[in-house]
């Protein structure tokens, strides 16, 4: 079955830098659109980013532009986002989940990893 | 990339039927049949309820109903349960080959 597991969150003061990550099982990763996607404690969904099947294609929202990176191995099954220059406003639950096209609804995601920023 | 705009809560008894809206611009609701809505339990990972404005993915209770106007999107849920009671997340393609989710809604069932 689909799995799609995060993990990489913890406590970062501001300004620091933090590297997530989301391991798949359970279908051809290398066919998938994925993307992140953040929730504040006790606030509605973000969409922050995704990258296209081969990694060719990337968008980000702009409240992360320059200051996040998603990447992907497709031979590690593996989805990643590098967090820096993070704020207070970037603490959330994170979650990965998969869209098989850019405009795809996310079949699936994961369980989130909580990110909080904080002194 | 603003926000669509969604209720902040819905209530219904069992049984009766409800509709959640989720109003956008023609730039992602209006501009696309790319509508998406998510049911959300406390604690735990969104679900994918309905797909491309009225589409059901396996599994979901066709209870689940969704619909388009103009740059207004809407959800209806017949036959209120008590598992319904969840937050519920509309969400949009754009123009700008972004997604963007509404504020959400909580439902609850009395």
């Known amino acids: 079955q689909v799995q799609l597991v995060e993990s990489g969150g913890g406590l970062v003061k501001p300004g620091g830098s933090l590297r997530l990550s989301c391991a798949a099982s359970?279908?051809?990763?290398?066919?998938?659109?994925m993307s992140w996607i953040r929730q504040a404690p006790g606030k509605g969904l973000e969409w922050v980013s995704y990258i296209s099947s081969s990694g060719s294609t990337i968008y980000y929202a702009d409240s992360v532009k320059g200051r996040f990176t998603i990447s992907r191995d497709n031979a590690k099954n593996s989805l990643y986002l590098q967090m820096n220059s993070l704020r207070a406003e970037d603490t959330a639950v994170y979650y990965c989940a998969r869209a098989f096209l850019e405009w795809a609804p996310f079949d699936y995601w994961g369980q989130g990893t909580l990110v909080t920023v904080s002194s | 990339q603003s926000a669509l705009t969604q209720p902040a809560s819905v209530s219904g008894s069992p049984g009766q039927s409800i509709t959640i809206s989720c109003t956008g611009t023609?730039?992602?609701?209006?501009?696309?049949?790319?509508v998406s809505w998510y049911q959300q339990h406390p604690g735990k990972a969104p679900k994918l309820m309905i797909y491309?404005?009225?589409n059901r993915p396996s599994g979901v209770s066709n209870r689940f109903s969704g619909s388009k106007s103009g740059n207004t999107a809407s959800l209806t849920i017949s036959g209120l349960q008590a598992e319904d009671e969840a937050d519920y997340y509309c969400s949009s393609y754009t123009s700008s080959s972004t997604q963007v989710f509404g504020g959400g809604t909580k439902l609850t069932v009395l």
């Open positions: 359970g279908f051809t990763f290398s066919d998938y659109y």
């Open positions: 491309d404005v009225s």
């Open positions: 023609s730039s992602d609701v209006g501009g696309y049949n790319y």
